[in-house]
């Protein structure tokens, strides 16, 4: 699920790698792309997280809705993805964007796929190569597989919200999970019941992951009984949740969902509930 700046310095030139930079600006879009121009990992591919990672708008699905995963496949093929290929996703935030990308890759049915480890920051603190050139896209093909099971909608949600078994647990900071700011969205607070793990938690100060059995002990004491079939990640708009579900899967707690439209889908309905303060 990992990949050291070493191994990724061995295999960068490597055909049957792939390699996406997935650095984003929520309130930026164009940043992204502009820092890439200006200097990525060699062979890496800029994946722009408002088009090829997520799908049209309609004002009630989100800010960041799933693409269709047929759209999401060919994204992957016109870089040179193929059933062979390994997928290396890396961003500069700790893995925020790049965990959405691995996550819809598994989501189509791609398994091969890992984040660089620190991301492009622990590759430059290395004095490892950047480059500003564009490589040339490889023909690729793959198919999506898509898994259903993955994602809960917000009808899911709206029916497991008495159920004790089953969580959401929400990715964004404390502060905008309360209610207390909330500089997205035009309404604040969390869904009612929902816990919170903002996903820095999961990272050290130099933005690598934690270790897994740290993660997995914190993961379950926060979750208490509830099995992570039974607990879907919600954030803003389905990105940042990735992050925690990432992390979920890497302490080996596996088998999480994604509540793809999250808060910002929750709250284009005025009729779903919303809920402020800690969790009770």
């Not at 509830?226 to 949740?241: D, K, L, Q």
Request: aromatic fraction near 8%.
């Amino acid at each position: 699920m990992l990949v050291s700046t070493e191994k990724l310095a061995a295999h960068w030139n490597d055909p049957t790698w792939v390699i996406f930079d997935c650095r984003h600006d929520l309130t930026d879009h164009a940043k992204g792309e502009r820092l890439y121009r200006e200097g990525h990992i060699p062979g890496a591919f800029f994946a722009p997280v408002e088009a090829a990672l997520s799908g049209k708008k309609n004002g009630r699905n989100g800010r960041h809705p799933l693409p269709e995963p047929g759209a999401f496949a060919t994204f992957l093929a016109a870089h040179g993805v193929s059933a062979e290929s390994t997928i290396v996703a890396y961003d500069d935030a700790g893995g925020l964007y790049a965990a959405r990308l691995w996550w819809m890759a598994r989501w189509i049915g791609v398994e091969s796929v890992a984040l660089l480890d620190g991301g492009i920051n622990r590759w430059i603190a290395e004095g490892q190569k950047l480059t500003t050139d564009i490589p040339t896209a490889r023909s690729g093909s793959i198919q999506a597989k898509p898994h259903p099971a993955m994602v809960w909608d917000a009808a899911t949600v709206l029916r497991n919200l008495s159920n004790p078994t089953s969580a959401i647990l929400d990715a964004r900071a404390g502060e905008r999970y309360r209610g207390e700011v909330e500089p997205m969205d035009p309404i604040a607070g969390h869904i009612p019941g929902a816990l919170n793990r903002f996903y820095k938690s999961n990272l050290n100060a130099d933005l690598t992951f934690r270790p897994p059995a740290e993660l997995k002990q914190e993961f379950a004491a926060l979750l208490q009984n509830r099995t992570p079939e039974n607990v879907a990640h919600s954030c803003g708009s389905g990105i940042t949740a990735c992050a925690n579900l990432f992390a979920m899967e890497y302490a080996g707690l596996a088998g999480s969902k994604l509540y793809a439209g999250s808060w910002s889908e929750w709250v284009s309905d005025p009729s779903r509930p919303v809920a402020r303060g800690s969790a009770s």
